[in-house]
């Protein structure tokens, strides 16, 4: 954008930058062109990344400001194949590795084991949407760091076609190409590596403060999660209680008050006791 506009106002002046292109040889046009559409790729680029920060930071917070008003977490549903956001994809993996133990939480062992795969589901949730925070950082750091060395092609290029006209007997004609070449495209590798700097420092301090902002959601996410499932355990293990008491009220009453057999009663009491007959 900024390089358009330059290239805009110097061709009005008089010699300007059109001026400069024709005298440059071919190779020296060519590492121009290249530097241009780098330009135009890079501010592409950067406005895109803006965007896309922009609108992943205002999906969070509002995520984040509706989720505080729900009483439940893990029974949060939300259907397959939606376009989620970075904090709804972290709470959609959690809430998906809690329903593999669904019903099954009675104990604090069985907490502890969910919980292992919870803090797992969320780790791998917040590594992909790391990877998905950083895209479009390499082109720009790439453009940062080729720019100049484009540049500088061109600068060199330029360099050795002047002193290679310079083995002879020649004139500024035959000398401008090569100035042309160097000095164009130095000037352009510098319009290229300048805004993608400041860009990619600007856009990369976002992205460490979103990846902060991420890695606090989801340890507050856990913790939130662990204490919903100590609940629904504790629920669990107290209905499993109950059900218990009630199967055991519903039981017949023990037979073990009738005689059995080999068992003596007082109406007829063994024979074998001495003395039993002369008693009676």
């Avoid at 400069?20 to 290249?34: H, K, L």
């Avoid at 990344?49 to 969070?60: A, G, H, P, T, Y």
């Avoid at 006209?165 to 042309?180: C, D, F, M, N």
Wanted: charged share 20%; aromatic share 8%.
């Amino acid at each position: 954008m900024i390089l358009s506009v330059l290239l805009v106002i110097l061709a009005d002046a008089e010699k300007g930058v059109f001026w400069y292109f024709r005298q440059m040889d071919s190779a020296g046009m060519a590492v121009a062109c290249v530097l241009v559409i780098c330009s135009f790729i890079g501010w592409g680029a950067m406005i895109q990344k803006w965007s896309d920060i922009q609108e992943l930071r205002r999906r969070n917070f509002q995520f984040d400001r509706r989720l505080r008003d729900q009483n439940s977490v893990i029974s949060l549903n939300f259907p397959s194949g939606s376009n989620l956001g970075p904090y709804e994809y972290l709470v959609a993996e959690a809430v998906l590795a809690v329903q593999r133990h669904k019903g099954r939480l009675t104990k604090k062992t069985d907490v502890r084991l969910c919980m292992g795969h919870v803090e797992n589901a969320i780790q791998r949730a917040v590594s992909r949407t790391m990877v998905k925070y950083e895209n479009k950082m390499v082109l720009l750091s790439s453009l940062v760091s080729g720019g100049p060395f484009l540049g500088l092609l061109g600068t060199v290029w330029g360099v050795m076609i002047t002193f290679g006209a310079l083995t002879e007997k020649a004139s500024i004609a035959q000398l401008a190409p090569g100035v042309s070449g160097a000095l164009v495209t130095t000037t352009l590798g510098l319009l290229v590596a300048i805004p993608a700097t400041f860009g990619y420092n600007y856009l990369l301090t976002q992205v460490k403060i979103m990846t902060t902002e991420l890695e606090t959601f989801a340890s507050s996410l856990a913790d939130r999660v662990e204490l919903e499932l100590e609940g629904e355990a504790r629920a669990n293990f107290e209905q499993q209680q109950q059900l218990e008491a009630l199967r055991r009220a519903a039981q017949p009453p023990n037979s073990s008050t009738n005689p059995s057999v080999g068992e003596s009663t007082f109406d007829s009491p063994p024979a074998s006791i001495p003395g039993w007959e002369d008693a009676q």
